[in-house]
């Protein structure tokens, strides 16, 4: 009865009526009402570019699979050779899994099994993607070019901070895209997400906006586009084709999988090219990066400070010359004065990196460099002093993340 | 070109003081009496109540096979808030579809009103070639109208939410942990559906078609999200085919599950439960063909016959495709280096 589809000559009159459209749409700009898209024909040329982008940037990218590996588990145990020896009873000492320096995961986040993307670093065959695809510890990686070709990939090195990998195949005039200049990108221009994680050939197309830019410490733009596990690796576009970042999970708070809850939600990041070009360059060299830590533990019954309560040994802070009781005032000219300060601070430095930390010891305030270490480097914290006194108010067990 | 302009102002002044704004207006207008809330059966986590696409004149109702229509008794409630008990015309296990059929409401006490003939509904056309061979674009803007979270009320209209097609893929996805059934073809959508109460929600892109039907919440194995899709146009037709008996075909996929494999060379590939595996030998048969040919266990296959093969079901797709008698080209990957192997047919012992 009523229908759906009328027929219309549309295609004869398409290109005046889409003059007339803009006529009219630049006649309206001054109305309060118009927004972006409110008028079909600046819809349709909007679709013809979400596909001209994917069409372009097709050749650049690429299907990563992987074969072997596990879930990470929620806390990773320190690689740190452990003590076997027996103690005077004969009995074997509890091993160390007490450690409070762990490196989390960050996110209680399920692998799936399927495909994922990278992008075409540079033509002689560098692939640039997202660490979070390598969780796993895969044992066998591939990638698919674009002209259908499958290699056997080298996961080269990955940051495990900024949520970077990078892969090595054997091959070469590999297409590379072009890349939007940083200060080019506004807040509110239009991005779109490109994935090939649902399985097609062709990439899924996701769009959105510039929601932010210096997210993340100044390391990444944020974007309402849908980042998910499906676009992870893969670039976020201009309507030009021209790729404004590599898509990542990322969260104020480290572990690899961290910020992976946060998908589909409309709130996505990505790093611009000035930060993928840094940190390749040194992946590059084979240098991996690890979440950075200080090596100590916080006194939880401190209110509105940071005091250290115990420092391991080695660790920075012992390297520092930093004792307990000493307490945290700032952390790169930024104050502290809870524990989440502290870790808002340090939650985007990988190990290696050197922070400087102003510190408080009675009286006297000064500021000591500390190079943040990875935690399979840090020592044994020291037993406690003095048996705890049960009626310490120590009602709380100390936090679950120690940086 | 002046005619045109002065169509084109009046278009936009008359659209002014209506409810739809600007570039979706006309899938709107078409869009929303075209979408009924149903209500029925609900159960723990599985919602009582749901989206509804209307397929004919005469009351013939397009949604998903759940809970829902095993309910004693299901309602249906217009664009314009009239009210219709509904009842089951056929259910599709594989597909997750349901089509229903709206009983005219009653008009006094134990009276049945007149029968239905001109509801407005999506012509499907599911006959003619053209219909059929309608796809819409991964890019195309669509904009989606159902009930998410039943917060549409009575006869207020169905949420509307907009986003583009994001892809055309095979659905490989489960429910909690059991496999979800249909494995065919659907469309990525770039807007959240999957919530309570959308499955059965019409996609109908700018010109206002109907390209889909958002299916049943589920999560994907490939990335372990919640996936948010649609049933394509043509395969709701040919479910509309099928319940209307215009078709003897069986489907495509049961047609390939029932097929057995023409030729089997010895080589077992490592599967482990629903997990997508790239084809790594896991096993070769002693004194198979693939055994003769050299290949070993932890190849990792690359093509058949030239063809690139992603995973272990792809592999046995392309084993049913072989030409029986015919020697097997597969090529390789062994540590660092590609071997191509050529294993020779044999009678099957």
Redesign the interface.
């Known amino acids: ?5 009328k027929p219309r000559s549309r295609e004869a ?1 398409k290109g ?2 889409r003059q ?2 803009w ?2 749409v630049s006649l ?1 700009t001054t109305a309060p ?1 118009f ?1 972006r ?4 024909a ?3 040329e ?3 570019r ?2 001209r982008v ?1 069409v372009e940037l097709r050749p650049s990218l690429v299907r990563i ?1 992987t ?1 072997g590996g596990t879930q990470p588990t929620r806390s990773v145990a320190p690689s740190a050779p452990e003590d076997t020896g027996e103690n005077g009873e004969g009995l074997p000492k509890p091993k160390r899994t007490q450690s409070p320096f762990r490196d989390d995961v960050g996110s209680p ?7 994922t993307t990278g992008v075409v670093y540079s033509a002689d065959g560098y692939i640039v993607t997202s660490s979070f695809n390598f969780a796993r510890e895969p044992a ?1 990686i ?1 990638v ?1 070019l674009s002209d ?1 070709r ?1 290699l ?1 990939a080298d996961l080269v090195a990955r940051d495990q901070v900024r949520k970077i990998a990078l892969l090595k195949v054997d091959a070469t005039n590999l297409p590379a895209p072009h890349w939007a200049d940083v200060s080019d990108i506004r807040v509110g221009q239009t991005t779109v997400a490109l994935g090939l ?4 050939d ?6 959105g906006i510039i929601s932010a830019l210096n997210r993340m410490r100044g390391n990444a733009v944020q974007t309402d586009a ?1 980042l ?3 676009n992870y690796g893969g670039p976020l576009s201009d309507l030009h084709g021209r790729v404004l970042g590599i898509c990542v999970p990322m969260a104020q708070r480290p572990g690899e999988l961290a910020g992976v809850e946060m ?2 939600s409309g709130v996505g990041f990505a790093l611009p090219r000035n930060r993928v070009d840094r940190i390749v360059a040194d992946l590059m060299t084979g240098r991996s990066f690890h979440r950075g830590w200080l090596g100590m533990v916080v006194d939880p019954r401190a209110v509105n400070a940071v005091v250290i309560s115990k420092v391991a040994d080695p660790s920075p802070m012992k390297n520092a010359g930093l004792q307990a009781g000493d307490a945290i005032v700032a952390v790169d000219g930024r104050p502290v004065n809870h524990f989440g300060h502290l870790m808002q601070a340090l939650y985007m430095l990988p190990a290696g990196e050197s922070v400087i930390v102003q510190i408080k010891r009675g009286e006297a305030e000064f500021s000591a460099t500390v190079t943040l270490a990875r935690s399979d480097e840090l020592g044994p914290l020291p037993a406690l002093e003095e048996p705890f006194d049960p009626a310490d108010p120590l009602p709380e067990p100390p936090p679950e993340e120690n940086p | ?1 002046n005619r ?2 002065l169509q ?2 009046l278009f ?1 002044a008359s659209t002014a003081p209506t409810l739809h ?4 207006e ?1 899938s709107l207008d ?1 869009l929303l009496p ?1 979408v009924v809330k149903l209500y029925g059966l609900g159960a723990g986590a599985q919602a009582g109540y749901g989206t509804g696409v209307m397929v004919s ?1 005469d009351g013939l109702v397009l949604t998903v096979f759940s809970l829902l229509i095993d309910a004693r008794r299901i309602r249906a409630v217009a664009s314009d808030g009239t009210l219709y008990d509904a009842e089951v015309v056929k259910r599709d296990t594989q597909r997750q579809l349901a089509l229903l059929r709206l009983r005219p409401p009653s008009t006094g006490a134990n009276e049945q009103g007149a029968a239905l003939t ?6 499907m056309q599911c006959k003619e070639a053209a219909a059929a061979t309608m796809k819409v ?5 669509v904009v989606v109208a159902g009930n998410p979270f039943k917060v549409a009320e009575g006869a207020e209209p169905m949420s509307v939410a907009h ?8 659905l ?1 996805a489960r429910r909690s942990v059991k496999e979800f059934p249909y494995h065919g073809d659907v469309l ?1 959508v ?1 807007a ?1 559906t999957s919530n309570p109460g959308a499955p059965g929600s019409a996609v ?1 892109d ?5 390209v889909g039907m958002i299916g049943r919440e589920v999560v ?7 996936f ?1 899709y649609a049933m394509p146009r043509d395969v709701l037709c040919e479910f509309l085919l099928e319940a209307s008996g215009d078709t003897t075909k069986t489907s495509e996929a049961e047609r390939t599950e029932t097929a057995p494999p023409t030729f089997d060379p010895g080589i077992r590939l ?1 599967r482990t439960g629903y ?4 084809p ?1 030998v896991e096993r070769v048969r002693r004194g198979s063909s693939a055994e003769r040919a050299g290949v070993r266990p932890d190849d ?1 296959i ?1 093509t058949v016959n030239g063809k ?1 093969i ?1 995973d272990a079901e792809e592999y046995d797709d392309r084993l049913r495709a072989l030409t029986p008698g015919e020697p097997v080209d597969v090529v390789i ?1 062994r540590g ?1 280096s590609i071997v191509s192997v050529r294993i020779e047919a044999e009678k099957n012992p």
């Open positions: 009865m009523t229908q759906a589809t009159t005046t009526a007339v459209a006529l009219v309206m009402v927004v898209g409110d008028d079909p600046v819809l349709r909007m679709q013809d979400f596909r994917a699979e074969v986040f399920v692998l799936a099994d399927g495909p066998l591939t698919t259908g499958r056997a994680g649902f399985g097609a062709e990439p899924s197309i996701h769009v849908k998910s596990p499906a998908y589909d | 070109m045109t302009l084109a102002l936009l704004a600007g570039g979706y006309r078409v075209r004149p001109s509801l407005p509904h999506f012509d674009r991964p890019g195309d803007w986003g583009v097609i994001s892809a055309r893929t095979r490989d990525v770039d959240i109908v700018l010109d206002g078609r109907l994907s194995n490939l990335t372990h999200t919640h948010n490592t997990r997508k595996l790239p790594m990792l690359l690139a992603g990957r660092r």
